[in-house]
């Protein structure tokens, strides 16, 4: 009788090959409409992404509403200012909401579906707002 061999298994390292680079990103739900038994439950709601910096802003978003089991379409944004709603952040909005938003006292810095990961200069330890579903939050 043949004995087992044992094996083992590293964790994936967030690597940089054929020049692209792979990004970490934890993503946590800080908002929206959640009841108080299941926040006393998870006070704590996130998930662990990995995106290649050549991906788009869209692309993330697709990654975040699969993470979070989502199946319900809704505007969004990505915010990068000093703070969740920051009045003054840059905004990468939707291509239907770019040219309707570039009249605004703050208009869009750009397109979900045209903004790349490493455009961004996204620094470790640096948070950026993910603004789903603009009614409920």
Request: net charge negative; proline share 8%.
């Amino acid at each position: 009788m043949a004995r087992p061999k044992k094996t083992t298994a590293s964790p994936p390292r967030p690597t940089e090959k054929d020049g692209v680079r792979l990004y970490t990103l934890e993503v946590f739900l800080i908002g929206g409409p959640i009841t108080e038994k299941f926040a006393k439950k998870n006070p704590v709601v996130s998930r662990t992404i990995q995106i290649r910096g050549d991906q788009t802003l869209e692309d993330l978003h697709r990654a975040i509403f699969d993470a979070f089991d989502r199946w319900d379409e809704h505007m969004y944004e990505f915010q990068f200012g000093e703070g969740p709603m920051d009045p003054e952040a840059r905004r990468y909005v939707l291509p239907s909401a770019f040219e309707m938003d570039m009249g605004e006292e703050n208009p869009p810095a750009g397109r979900v579906d045209q903004t790349t990961i490493d455009s961004l200069g996204l620094e470790v330890g640096r948070s950026f707002g993910y603004w789903f579903d603009f009614g409920d939050g």
